[in-house]
């Protein structure tokens, strides 16, 4: 079973930067599909960024140019960068690793954009 920690989140204002980062607990984290996702009160779980072990990545149209998600392979850790955050952006962010079809999920951190 893989255990993922997530980190880094808080009350920011509108234009603020955070990264959040994502510990795993396997040996074989290089080879997952990491991921970012969100859930705001209300919503359905969406999409932020996706990153393959092969570093192919993929980011909903609303983060694009403000989020970045990284990955550190020595450290099994995933990152999300994000910038010029928005109260839009206030949400719950999961970590996620997959691979075929097995999908881990971190407790979540809140993340509150808010002046």
């Known amino acids: 079973q893989v255990q993922l920690v997530e980190s880094g989140g808080g009350l920011v204002q509108p234009g603020d930067s955070l990264r959040l980062s994502c510990a795993a607990s396997?040996?074989?984290?290089?080879?997952?599909?990491v991921g970012w996702y969100r859930q705001a009160p209300g919503n359905q779980r969406e999409l932020v960024a996706t990153?393959?072990?092969?570093?192919?990545?993929n980011y909903a149209d609303s983060v694009k140019g403000r989020f970045i998600i990284s990955r550190d392979n020595a450290k099994n850790t995933v990152y999300l960068q994000m910038s010029s955050l928005k109260p839009e952006d206030t949400a719950v962010y999961y970590c996620?690793?997959?691979?075929?079809?097995?999908?881990?999920w971190g407790q979540g951190t809140q993340v509150t954009v808010s002046s």
């Open positions: 996620n690793l997959h691979s075929g079809g097995l999908d881990y």
């Open positions: 396997t040996s074989i984290f290089r080879f997952y599909t």
């Open positions: 990153m393959t072990g092969g570093g192919n990545t």
